[in-house]
């Protein structure tokens, strides 16, 4: 769902916490009406495709610091949607390995490089 009108914007402050709110809100009212495995997805002014392109660059970045230095580099904490992004952005480079550390809000992601690319 695509959401417009002139208060539209206010979804997109704080980093998108009240879309998020509200796409929750959305999937606990009415997600049972459809097909299992599916629920809504809202946005606002493009915000989510934003979001996603910002996330992959700065994993690209966090792989080159991680890459350069060896030393692990941790994101500020962030939802699951996003750490998912970021860990998807660096599945495919075999020297790096990620994981989410933490618990429920403070859940971050750790880039580091894998034991084998140490050596």
Same mark, same amino acid.
């Given at each position: 769902?695509? %959401?417009?009108? @002139?208060?539209? =914007?206010?979804?997109? $402050?704080?980093?998108?916490?009240l879309?998020?709110?509200l796409?929750?809100?959305?999937?606990?009212?009415?997600?049972? #009406?459809? +097909?299992?495995?599916?629920?809504?997805?809202?946005?606002?002014?493009?915000?989510?495709?934003?979001?996603?392109?910002?996330?992959?660059?700065?994993?690209?970045?966090?792989?080159?610091?991680? =890459?350069?230095?060896?030393? +692990?580099f941790?994101?500020?904490?962030?939802? #699951?949607? !996003?750490?998912?992004? %970021?860990?998807? #952005? @660096?599945?495919?480079?075999?020297? @790096?390995?990620?994981?989410?550390?933490? !618990?429920?809000?403070?859940?971050?992601?750790?880039? $580091?490089?894998?034991? $084998? #690319?140490?050596?």
């Amino acid at each position: 769902m695509d %959401i417009d009108g @002139l208060d539209a =914007s206010l979804l997109r $402050s704080e980093g998108g916490e009240l879309l998020d709110a509200l796409e929750h809100f959305v999937n606990q009212s009415f997600a049972r #009406a459809l +097909p299992p495995g599916e629920r809504y997805v809202l946005d606002v002014d493009n915000f989510r495709a934003m979001r996603e392109t910002e996330l992959r660059a700065m994993a690209r970045h966090a792989a080159e610091r991680v =890459s350069s230095s060896g030393v +692990p580099f941790t994101f500020a904490p962030m939802n #699951a949607n !996003e750490r998912r992004v %970021i860990h998807l #952005a @660096l599945a495919d480079d075999e020297k @790096l390995f990620t994981e989410s550390v933490g !618990e429920g809000n403070a859940r971050r992601l750790k880039v $580091s490089l894998k034991k $084998s #690319a140490v050596n």
